[in-house]
């Protein structure tokens, strides 16, 4: 997964940020890490995307 860059410095494109929860902001931070970029293109299997998600952090609890 590489994120698209082209509208990074566009403020418009971060207006969503204002509403967003903590977990919203940890993804758009996350997303932008090249070593999380790597781990992710090599998880192809579903025991490596276990082992991802545990390694980086990637469950949230939300408030039923």
């Known amino acids: 997964m590489k994120p698209n860059t082209s509208q990074w410095r566009d403020p418009q494109a971060y207006a969503f940020v204002k509403g967003a929860s903590a977990d919203e902001i ?14 992710f293109a090599t998880s192809r299997s579903a025991k490596a995307m276990r082992a991802l998600r545990e390694r980086w952090g990637l469950q949230f609890r939300r408030p039923a």
């Open 26 to 39: 940890a993804w758009e931070f996350l997303r932008r890490n090249p070593q999380y970029q790597q781990d």
